[in-house]
């Protein structure tokens, strides 16, 4: 009931998003239709969001609210982006999706996002872009689509500039340094992170419920755990760029990336109650050791050649390396039996995985027809080599563990994808554009076991991804655009592996080799209208998936056995928008959100999820006189249908000022908090099965109040001579804003 009012609060005060806006775009590669459709770019009266249906971007550099935030604070304000207060993203309602830096995908961001995000400041990002139909291009794999993080932009005149950012808060504190010198036609750009989260020990208070429906004693079992814990977080990275002619051009950088956290205090009961509700016995846990640590280093190389005097036409070649590391060991004790014989009370769980990760590309672009036609064709190959070590020690104390050989694992998967892709983008009289592609990708998948006595497998994949979409231009402000988009999503490592885990003396958990890829089908129809005052779009889409991997648990008496399986037949219709008003020159509210209807059935395991769902998020902005700006903002996430059954909602608020000063307003402070009215937020996952119904309640410590301080410094010439070409130090662009690499 409290979200309930909640709604109508937020509505009249609401708010960190600022206005809608568009401007050319000159960082990742543009979904094919954008590059003829340049010149009827959908334009606000500020340049904050901008949006042409198959891509959406938020600047946050012209963002005053989003100055003294966090990244992930900045993407609660991002339409067809959702927050979870777990720290969760889901892109227009999917999980599963890339994340991009600079128009590259990181993969070693990918596996730990959420830590990441929220120790990077908002303002080490100049745009944030969301890319829900991506076209041949990129990667088919990622059913919600691109995330990309543009760190740099083309810095335009000769010179330096920078930012030093740094904010202390009851969850974190951070320190970061980014900035740009450029000096003819060199440019480098560096950034560096530094931060702790826990600065207040994280808290969260997990709670699972189990009833057993076929068992005639055994009926119910329930566990409570708390823990507490805190992380730190490194970033560097470091990027050049040469531009000896309009024709050519050269690109290089790297970055590291460094998470580790240690698990402060945990703590645990486990109790099993029978049909009477009378206890039949119970147990304690607590964890002794508890750490993670994800690194990751990544290095690229790129160089573009044009065969005209605007590289319009041009060929790219492209190289990448990615090395990343995860660890997670944590040893637990349990003690205090009453009425259970607890045969090993002591057990260290050892889970170090490597990931080995070699690109490279050739992507070709050749505009015709006077620029209103392009032709576009590449290849891209990956090598992957994944390995995993897990090791599960148990034993009477500390001293005396040994190793249990059927719950150890050390396993080797080499993953080759051959990738190529052609496409056509055109534009009719200026108000029809076209654009169609198709992308083939071919996996080999080769899983090998270091212990002889297990056997390996190899696996093919073949996927055929198309795409296609009409953009219709009813004026500088308004289209309509109809589009179809395939997606998929390759089985992961874990979800193959054929190994038997024992997770605890009630759960196990092994893989499926048989899996194939799911083919995510979607097609939108989204319609955009911006006026000087008022503007956004809305977005009806129909999404199909025939055979969805399915994480499901079945039981064997009161031992969950986890596993996963290409059983799902998903259905999704959904109704997504977002709504900005410029109440006046000083005042502005942003409303988005979507609502939709999930149907997932999977009649192999006699299972089936339905329900309606859906978030929005409302944001008002007043910049006051004396140079305060003020913001305030909050949303809600109603309900989420899973595989399995469903989960509660959770709502998020948060308030904040900041104002510059110096010349040039070059120091800026600021100070927000969010969620302070209540100490801990969380919710509930229901998941039935023929077996057993339960429910997993968690709740987090969730208040946040920060104090940040950023300053921006630099020395630009006002006259320099211009190459002619806007490309970016990462290179990734369309034929009109000169391209790059495209994924």
Same mark, same amino acid.
């Given at each position: 009931?409290?979200?309930?009012?909640?709604?109508?609060?937020?509505?009249?005060?609401?708010?960190?998003?600022?206005?809608?806006?568009?401007?050319?775009?000159?960082?990742?590669?543009?979904?094919?239709?954008?590059?003829?459709?340049?010149?009827?770019?959908?334009?606000?009266?500020?340049?904050?969001?901008?949006?042409?249906?198959?891509?959406?971007?938020?600047?946050?550099?012209?963002?005053?609210?989003?100055?003294?935030?966090?990244?992930?604070?900045?993407?609660?304000?991002?339409?067809?982006?959702?927050?979870?207060?777990?720290?969760?993203?889901?892109?227009?309602?999917?999980?599963?999706?890339?994340?991009?830096?600079?128009?590259?995908?990181?993969?070693?961001?990918?596996?730990?996002?959420?830590?990441?995000?929220?120790?990077?400041?908002?303002?080490?990002?100049?745009?944030?872009?969301?890319?829900?139909?991506?076209?041949?291009?990129?990667?088919?794999?990622?059913?919600?689509?691109?995330?990309?993080?543009?760190?740099?932009?083309?810095?335009?005149?000769?010179?330096?500039?920078?930012?030093?950012?740094?904010?202390?808060?009851?969850?974190?504190?951070?320190?970061?340094?980014?900035?740009?010198?450029?000096?003819?036609?060199?440019?480098?750009?560096?950034?560096?992170?530094?931060?702790?989260?826990?600065?207040?020990?994280?808290?969260?208070?997990?709670?699972?419920?189990?009833?057993?429906?076929?068992?005639?004693?055994?009926?119910?079992?329930?566990?409570?755990?708390?823990?507490?814990?805190?992380?730190?977080?490194?970033?560097?990275?470091?990027?050049?760029?040469?531009?000896?002619?309009?024709?050519?051009?050269?690109?290089?950088?790297?970055?590291?990336?460094?998470?580790?956290?240690?698990?402060?205090?945990?703590?645990?009961?486990?109790?099993?109650?029978?049909?009477?509700?009378?206890?039949?016995?119970?147990?304690?846990?607590?964890?002794?050791?508890?750490?993670?640590?994800?690194?990751?280093?990544?290095?690229?190389?790129?160089?573009?050649?044009?065969?005209?005097?605007?590289?319009?036409?041009?060929?790219?070649?492209?190289?990448?390396?990615?090395?990343?590391?995860?660890?997670?060991?944590?040893?637990?004790?349990?003690?205090?039996?009453?009425?259970?014989?607890?045969?090993?009370?002591?057990?260290?769980?050892?889970?170090?995985?490597?990931?080995?990760?070699?690109?490279?590309? &050739?992507?070709?672009?050749?505009? +015709? #027809?006077?620029? $209103?036609?392009?032709?576009? /064709?590449?290849?891209?190959? %990956?090598? @992957?080599?994944?390995?995993?070590?897990?090791?599960?020690?148990?034993?009477?104390?500390?001293?005396?563990?040994?190793?249990?050989?059927?719950?150890?694992?050390?396993?080797?998967?080499?993953?080759?994808?051959?990738?190529?892709?052609?496409?056509?983008?055109?534009?009719?009289?200026?108000?029809?554009?076209?654009?169609?592609?198709?992308?083939?990708?071919?996996?080999?998948?080769?899983?090998?076991?270091?212990?002889?006595?297990?056997?390996?497998?190899?696996?093919?994949?073949?996927?055929?991804?198309?795409? &296609?979409?009409?953009?219709?231009? +009813? #004026?500088?402000? $308004?289209?309509?655009?109809? /589009?179809?988009?395939?997606? %998929?999503? @390759?089985?992961?490592?874990?979800?193959?592996?054929?190994?038997?885990?024992?997770?605890?003396?009630?759960?196990?958990?092994?893989?499926?080799?048989?899996?194939?890829?799911?083919?995510?089908?979607?097609?939108?129809?989204?319609?955009?209208?911006?006026?000087?005052?008022?503007?956004?779009?809305?977005?009806?889409?129909?999404?199909?998936?025939?055979?969805?991997?399915?994480?499901?648990?079945?039981?064997?008496?009161?031992?969950?056995?986890?596993?996963?399986?290409?059983?799902?037949?998903?259905?999704?219709?959904?109704?997504?928008?977002?709504?900005?008003?410029?109440? $006046?020159?000083?005042?502005?509210?942003?409303?988005?959100?979507?609502? @939709?209807?999930?149907?997932?059935?999977?009649?192999?395991?006699?299972?089936?999820?339905?329900?309606?769902?859906?978030?929005?998020?409302?944001?008002?902005?007043?910049?006051?006189?004396?140079?305060?700006?003020?913001?305030?903002?909050?949303?809600?996430?109603?309900?989420?249908?899973?595989?399995?059954?469903?989960?509660?909602?959770?709502?998020?608020?948060?308030?904040?000022?900041?104002?510059?000063?110096?010349?040039?307003?070059?120091?800026?402070?600021?100070?927000?908090?969010?969620?302070?009215?209540?100490?801990?937020?969380?919710?509930?996952?229901?998941?039935?099965?023929?077996?057993?119904?339960?429910?997993?309640?968690?709740?987090?410590?969730?208040?946040?109040?920060?104090?940040?301080?950023?300053?921006?410094?630099?020395?630009?010439?006002?006259?320099?001579?211009?190459?002619?070409?806007?490309?970016?130090?990462?290179?990734?662009?369309?034929?009109?804003?000169?391209?790059?690499?495209?994924?």
């Amino acid at each position: 009931m409290k979200s309930i009012y909640l709604l109508p609060a937020l509505l009249m005060s609401a708010g960190t998003l600022t206005t809608l806006a568009q401007e050319p775009a000159d960082t990742v590669p543009e979904p094919e239709v954008s590059i003829n459709l340049d010149d009827f770019v959908v334009t606000a009266q500020k340049e904050v969001i901008k949006s042409d249906g198959a891509k959406l971007t938020y600047d946050v550099s012209e963002d005053e609210s989003a100055k003294g935030q966090t990244l992930l604070d900045a993407l609660k304000k991002v339409p067809m982006v959702t927050v979870d207060a777990q720290d969760n993203i889901q892109i227009n309602g999917n999980s599963g999706f890339k994340i991009y830096v600079n128009g590259k995908e990181d993969v070693m961001m990918e596996a730990n996002y959420q830590k990441i995000f929220k120790a990077m400041p908002a303002e080490s990002v100049q745009k944030i872009e969301v890319l829900t139909e991506p076209g041949a291009k990129y990667d088919a794999e990622g059913f919600g689509g691109i995330l990309n993080l543009v760190t740099e932009t083309q810095q335009r005149r000769d010179g330096y500039s920078g930012t030093l950012a740094a904010g202390y808060g009851t969850k974190q504190a951070y320190l970061s340094a980014y900035g740009t010198i450029k000096a003819d036609k060199v440019m480098i750009s560096l950034n560096a992170t530094g931060a702790m989260d826990g600065i207040m020990p994280n808290k969260n208070i997990n709670e699972t419920s189990t009833t057993y429906l076929n068992s005639e004693t055994d009926r119910l079992l329930k566990s409570k755990m708390k823990q507490k814990f805190g992380f730190g977080y490194e970033q560097a990275g470091l990027n050049m760029s040469w531009e000896p002619s309009a024709r050519h051009l050269f690109t290089m950088g790297g970055s590291f990336n460094n998470v580790n956290g240690h698990i402060k205090q945990f703590s645990g009961t486990s109790t099993m109650y029978d049909a009477s509700g009378a206890k039949r016995w119970s147990y304690d846990t607590d964890m002794t050791r508890g750490s993670v640590l994800n690194q990751g280093v990544s290095a690229n190389a790129s160089y573009r050649i044009g065969f005209n005097d605007m590289a319009s036409h041009r060929i790219i070649f492209a190289y990448m390396f990615d090395f990343g590391k995860n660890f997670l060991d944590f040893t637990n004790h349990n003690f205090n039996g009453d009425n259970y014989t607890i045969l090993t009370p002591w057990r260290e769980n050892i889970n170090h995985e490597y990931t080995r990760q070699h690109t490279v590309q &050739a992507d070709y672009s050749n505009p +015709f #027809g006077n620029g $209103t036609h392009t032709l576009d /064709a590449g290849f891209k190959g %990956i090598f @992957r080599r994944n390995s995993a070590i897990s090791q599960f020690n148990v034993g009477d104390s500390m001293e005396t563990m040994r190793p249990a050989s059927d719950n150890s694992d050390d396993i080797r998967q080499n993953m080759e994808i051959y990738a190529g892709y052609a496409a056509y983008n055109g534009s009719f009289g200026g108000k029809v554009g076209l654009t169609a592609g198709i992308r083939y990708e071919h996996t080999v998948m080769h899983l090998e076991y270091h212990d002889a006595a297990k056997t390996g497998f190899t696996s093919h994949l073949n996927d055929w991804v198309p795409n &296609a979409a009409v953009t219709y231009i +009813f #004026g500088p402000a $308004t289209n309509l655009r109809l /589009a179809y988009q395939m997606r %998929i999503s @390759r089985p992961s490592l874990s979800q193959v592996n054929p190994h038997v885990t024992k997770l605890s003396d009630q759960m196990t958990q092994t893989g499926n080799p048989d899996l194939t890829s799911e083919h995510n089908n979607v097609v939108s129809l989204t319609y955009t209208n911006f006026g000087r005052l008022l503007g956004g779009n809305v977005k009806l889409s129909y999404e199909q998936t025939d055979n969805s991997i399915i994480n499901y648990t079945r039981y064997e008496g009161i031992t969950a056995i986890e596993t996963y399986g290409n059983y799902g037949r998903r259905r999704i219709t959904s109704l997504s928008g977002f709504l900005n008003w410029n109440i $006046t020159n000083s005042m502005s509210l942003s409303v988005n959100g979507d609502i @939709r209807y999930t149907d997932i059935n999977a009649r192999k395991i006699n299972q089936r999820s339905h329900g309606w769902g859906g978030n929005y998020g409302i944001n008002w902005n007043y910049s006051a006189p004396k140079g305060f700006r003020f913001n305030v903002g909050g949303g809600q996430t109603i309900h989420q249908i899973t595989s399995q059954g469903y989960s509660t909602g959770y709502y998020y608020y948060g308030l904040g000022v900041n104002k510059s000063f110096l010349k040039d307003n070059a120091l800026t402070v600021g100070l927000s908090a969010w969620n302070f009215l209540r100490a801990y937020q969380g919710g509930t996952w229901h998941t039935n099965t023929p077996d057993t119904r339960s429910s997993a309640s968690w709740s987090n410590w969730s208040p946040s109040v920060a104090l940040t301080l950023s300053w921006n410094f630099g020395h630009l010439k006002e006259k320099v001579k211009e190459s002619g070409l806007n490309i970016n130090p990462d290179d990734t662009s369309s034929a009109k804003a000169q391209g790059g690499i495209s994924m």
